[in-house]
C-alpha cells in the first residue's frame, strides 16, 4: 500500500468509526477525540505490518489473517478506550466491536 493509500484509509476509518459513534450515540467531544487518538495509533500500525510484510512475506494475506488482525485491533482499541474513559467495559467493547466492523466492511468494499 502506498503513502497516500495507508492515508487515505487512515482517514476514511476514522471518518466511519466516529460516524458509528456518533450513531450510537457518543457525542461528548473527549470521547470523539479519543476514537480518533485511538484509531492514529492502531490503523498505522496496521499499515505499518501490512507494508512489511508485502516487503518480506512472512506469511500470504488472506482473509483469515486480515480477520485475525482485525480482531486483535479491535481488543487493543477495546482496552484503549476502557483505559481512558473507564466504566462499563462491555459498552466499550461493543462500540469498539462496531466501529471495527463498520470499518473492516468500508475497507473490503474498497480496497
Not at 492515508?7 to 476514522?14: E, K, P, S, V, Y
Amino acid at each position: 500500500m502506498t503513502l497516500f493509500g495507508s492515508l487515505l484509509a487512515t482517514f476514511l476509518t476514522i471518518v466511519v468509526e466516529i460516524f458509528i459513534a456518533l450513531c450510537l450515540n457518543y457525542r461528548k467531544k473527549e470521547i470523539l477525540a479519543g476514537v480518533i487518538l485511538v484509531n492514529l495509533i492502531t490503523h498505522p500500525a496496521f499499515c505499518f505490518f501490512l507494508y512489511t510484510n508485502s516487503l518480506v512475506g512472512i506469511f500470504s494475506l488472506n482473509n483469515f489473517w486480515i480477520i485475525f488482525l482485525e480482531i486483535i485491533i479491535t481488543l487493543v482499541e477495546f482496552g484503549l478506550l476502557f483505559f481512558a474513559f473507564r466504566g462499563d467495559w462491555q459498552k466499550w467493547f461493543i462500540l469498539s466491536f462496531l466501529m471495527n466492523l463498520g470499518s473492516f466492511l468500508l475497507g473490503k468494499l474498497i480496497f
